[in-house]
């Protein structure tokens, strides 16, 4: 993993290697980790635990690191849900739809944005021809 962490987040290798050898014999860490956070589900305290007992001064490329980790998988749902809109948008009834439409309807299916229907029906000016 170090490797890893290394060539994405730009960690140096020592400095990580031994701040996880001191973490993992940190007595201190584990016996609050397991008094506050034994009982409950990881997922939803593993940040609080990093964010609130961790110190940055004693594992501050662990830290770093961590806190990268955890916020980073954090938009997966975003990513998930653009991709299974695209898988919707073009499905099979619509092979000739260009990558241009296609980038059209996808920003017009992940935008948070809801036009008022009324008002801009209102604003257009009818032109009947003769």
Aim: charged share 30%; glycine share 0%; net charge neutral.
């Amino acid at each position: 993993m170090d490797n890893e962490a290394e060539n994405v987040f730009k960690c140096n290798r020592a400095y990580l290697q031994m701040e996880i050898i001191e973490f993992q014999s940190d007595d201190v860490l584990k016996n609050l980790y397991n008094e506050k956070y034994s009982k409950t589900e990881i997922d939803s305290t593993y940040d609080e635990f990093w964010l609130k007992y961790v110190s940055e001064k004693k594992y501050p490329t662990l830290k770093l690191l961590t806190v990268k980790m955890c916020t980073m998988f954090g938009s997966t749902y975003v990513c998930e849900s653009a991709f299974s809109k695209m898988n919707y948008i073009k499905n099979k009834f619509r092979s000739r739809l260009t990558n241009e439409h296609l980038e059209m309807m996808m920003k017009i299916a992940t935008t948070n944005h809801n036009p008022d229907l009324k008002q801009l029906v209102e604003s257009k000016i009818c032109h009947f021809s003769h």
